[in-house]
């Protein structure tokens, strides 16, 4: 049972777009939402992160935006860039120091 | 970049072989954590540990076994490789506890087993 389901699994923006990037989660004992951003070769990098007290977060150019009554998040990448393009991935864990649940991952393509 | 190191970063090996791969923090991180990535299914936890000598088991830790005799170093060993297994494997470390600290990855083991 996939716990953390993201999609689309590919996404080609041109330059200067929004990139959108949506999960959706099961368990209802999630509270800890982060993402990740990992280019060839290298390990994943936390993003930015967010917990369900609020309804977004905002770092730069990159947003979250939350649903707790859909069991939802997203990012959000406004003004996308070529320096972008790399895999994004969403995860989720409960209190009480378990482990993350990673979605599947989605390839973003910045194209000028 | 967080003091992670993982060795070696690439390994071609036989089916049937032992395999023991290492991952090194300099940050005195309580939490450390082996995962897979494979294609199509993101990153799976294989094992982690919360302390010297206290590890638990992942989502895919069948075939898999770990160690952690002090703070800086926790291994992954393969007892006897199968191909099912060549995979890129990342190590990862927190401090209090992943929902309270971010989870930091190493650059990641890339191993092949023919």
């Known amino acids: 049972q996939q716990q953390v389901k993201q999609s689309p699994q590919s996404l080609i923006v041109q330059k200067g777009g929004i990139s959108i990037i949506n999960c959706a989660y099961e368990n209802t004992a999630f509270d800890y939402f982060p993402w990740y951003q990992q280019f060839p070769g290298k390990g994943p990098a936390l993003l930015i992160a967010i917990r369900p007290d609020v309804s977004e977060k905002k770092e730069g150019r990159f947003t979250i935006s939350f649903n707790k009554s859909a069991k939802q998040f997203s990012l959000h990448i406004m003004d996308s860039q070529p320096g972008d393009s790399a895999t994004y991935f969403c995860?989720?864990?409960?209190?009480?120091?378990?482990?993350?649940?990673f979605g599947k991952g989605t390839r973003l393509s910045v194209i000028a | 970049d967080a003091g992670i190191t993982q060795s070696p970063r690439h390994k071609v090996t036989e089916t049937g072989t032992p395999v023991t791969l290492r991952c090194h923090q300099t940050?005195?991180?309580?939490?450390m954590y082996w995962y897979r990535q494979d294609p199509g299914h993101g990153l799976r936890l294989i094992h982690y540990s919360y302390g010297v000598k206290d590890t638990d088991k992942g989502e895919v830790s069948d075939g898999y076994s770990v160690s952690r005799s002090k703070t800086e170093d926790f291994l992954l060993t393969l007892e006897s490789a199968t191909s099912s297994q060549t995979s890129v494997y990342f190590c990862?470390?927190?401090?209090?506890?992943?929902?309270?600290?971010?989870?930091?990855f190493g650059d990641g083991t890339r191993l092949s087993i023919l």
């Open positions: 995860a989720a864990s409960k209190s009480g120091n378990t482990p993350l649940v």
């Open positions: 940050e005195n991180h309580r939490y």
């Open positions: 990862a470390i927190s401090n209090t506890g992943p929902d309270d600290q971010p989870q930091h």
